[in-house]
Structures are given as structure tokens and as C-alpha cells.
Nanobody, 115 residues
Framework: VQLQASGGGLVQAGGSLRLSCAASGRTFSIMGWFRQAPGREREFVASIKRSGGSTDYADSVKGRFAISRDNAKNTVYLQMNSLKPEDTAVYYC???????????WGQGTLVTVSS
């Protein structure tokens, strides 16, 4: 299983970015986005189920971020709006094959939000 994350970059506060995560090798059951800021532990951002599309968000991103999926492409997206400097982090996508754990992780994509 390989996960390819892309879409990170530098954006001003208030701006938007769209991250993508393409999975190959297996179809996902749940795909999640996590992030890790410098000096901080990795934290959950959002997740989506392949079947039904139910979503979950961290409180810190609710109303600003939206996770979506394209099952045909085995790809998940994270639309990030109203970005804040505290959103600066390396963002990782992770795949749960339905076993209740994120067993596979992408390489991470850096998001930098300037004030």
C-alpha cells in the first residue's frame, strides 16, 4: 500500500489550500488526515469513511476544513479554508483498511500559513 500526499505549500492567513492523498495497492475503509507542528505531537485532523462518506473533524478545524473522497480514484481530499498560522504543520494522510487502526501512512506534505 502506498499513499501519496500532495498540495501543501505556503499561504497567507485567511487563505485556502487543498490537499490530496491518493492510495494505491488497496482500497481504503477509512482515510484520515493528521498533522504535526514543530515541537508538538501528531494530532488528528479529519477522517472519512469510504462507504457512506461519514466524516469526523477535530474541533480546531470544524467549519474551516472539509474532507471528501473520490472512491473511483481511491483518493481523499482535504479542503482547508480560513487558514490560520496555527494550522502550520506537516500534514499526513493515513489509511485504515477496516481493522480499526491506521496501518499505512503517507510521506507528509508541509503547510505553512504566514501571518
Amino acid at each position: 500500500v502506498q499513499l501519496q500526499a500532495s498540495g501543501g505549500g505556503l499561504v497567507q492567513a485567511g487563505g485556502s489550500l487543498r490537499l490530496s492523498c491518493a492510495a494505491s495497492g488497496r482500497t481504503f475503509s477509512i482515510m484520515g488526515w493528521f498533522r504535526q507542528a514543530p515541537g508538538r505531537e501528531r494530532e488528528f485532523v479529519a477522517s472519512i469513511k469510504r462507504s457512506g462518506g461519514s466524516t469526523d473533524y477535530a474541533d480546531s478545524v470544524k467549519g474551516r476544513f472539509a474532507i471528501s473522497r473520490d472512491n473511483a480514484k481511491n483518493t481523499v481530499y482535504l479542503q482547508m479554508n480560513s487558514l490560520k498560522p496555527e494550522d502550520t504543520a506537516v500534514y499526513y494522510c493515513a489509511l485504515d483498511l477496516g481493522r480499526g487502526a491506521y496501518d499505512y501512512w503517507g510521506q507528509g506534505t508541509l503547510v505553512t500559513v504566514s501571518s
